[in-house]
């Protein structure tokens, strides 16, 4: 069994403020630490379940968070970014059997966590597919879609996960943070670490096609973006048009095409 993970860091247990996502800040190293532990607690869990080989992508920031030598032979790490338009699934393609989420977070335009954004926090407010708020897992599922891979297990904050169960009940889920305003409620680190190892096991125990993501017939994406130039400019980008006030529309049927526009205008 060849498992992919990706991990981010917004959805760590303890994760609350800017500072501790940011590499070489005082408070980043611990919990670049936590969010090592808990993607090899998904490994081990994997392992556990009878997987053989294991990549996983380091896609929080610089691509430069987890410890490498923190895991075991069976995992290769991509670190850093190879800048295609798989992004933070690099990599991913048809020899995979399954596709593990660890830290990510709900979508920009929620409230669920004082983190929540869609891709570049910088200059992009939200990103909508067919009209609903799209979060990093809604894209990267598509993503693993395209060659037929299931979404066997997501960790994250609690209002991520119940996104995740509307579009696919069977995948499993583990809620380790509420976020109310600019707070969050943490599930204990070690407890995060044990249950995540425990659900990864029975998520790749269970029927893997049963978890596979439906991705639409056509897409329509919108991404809405803080400064309306920057919309006015990035709606040039061939195929998309300009809404007013900052938003950039595109259209189609292919969802690769959704992956390169996101990845140039984001």
């Given at each position: ?18 500072d501790?996502t ?16 808990e ?10 379940a ?18 490498i ?31 593990i ?25 939200t ?9 990093e ?45 600019g ?21 790749l ?7 596979k993501?439906k991705?639409?017939?056509e ?7 803080k ?14 048009e300009?809404i007013?006030p ?11 095409e ?9």
């Amino acid at each position: 069994m060849k498992i992919y993970i990706s991990a981010d860091i917004e959805g760590i247990t303890g994760v609350t403020d800017w500072d501790e996502t940011k590499q070489n800040h005082p408070d980043w190293q611990a919990f670049a630490k936590q969010m090592t532990e808990e993607v090899l607690a998904a490994v081990n869990g994997a392992v556990k379940a009878g997987a053989k080989e294991i990549i996983v992508k380091d896609a929080h920031d610089s691509g430069r968070n987890i410890d490498i030598k923190a895991l075991p032979e069976e995992v290769k790490l991509i670190r850093g970014w190879t800048g295609d338009p798989l992004s933070m699934v690099a990599g991913i393609d048809e020899s995979f059997d399954a596709l593990i989420f660890i830290g990510y977070h709900n979508a920009g335009g929620t409230i669920t966590n004082p983190l929540v954004h869609t891709m570049n926090v910088s200059s992009v407010l939200t990103i909508k597919i067919n009209d609903e708020y799209a979060s990093e897992f809604l894209l990267n599922a598509y993503a693993g879609a395209l060659y037929k891979v299931p979404v066997v297990f997501v960790s994250g904050d609690s209002g991520l996960t119940k996104e995740v169960n509307k579009f696919n009940s069977n995948i499993v889920t583990l809620g380790v943070k509420d976020g109310i305003g600019g707070a969050t409620i943490n599930m204990n680190p070690k407890k995060a670490v044990i249950e995540t190892e425990k659900l990864v096991k029975e998520a790749l125990n269970k029927d893997l096609d049963s978890m596979k993501v439906k991705s639409p017939e056509e897409f329509k994406v919108q991404i809405e973006y803080k400064d309306h130039k920057v919309a006015y400019k990035n709606s040039f980008y061939p195929g998309a048009e300009f809404i007013a006030p900052r938003t950039v529309e595109f259209k189609t049927k292919e969802y690769y095409e959704v992956l390169r526009m996101i990845h140039f205008l984001t």
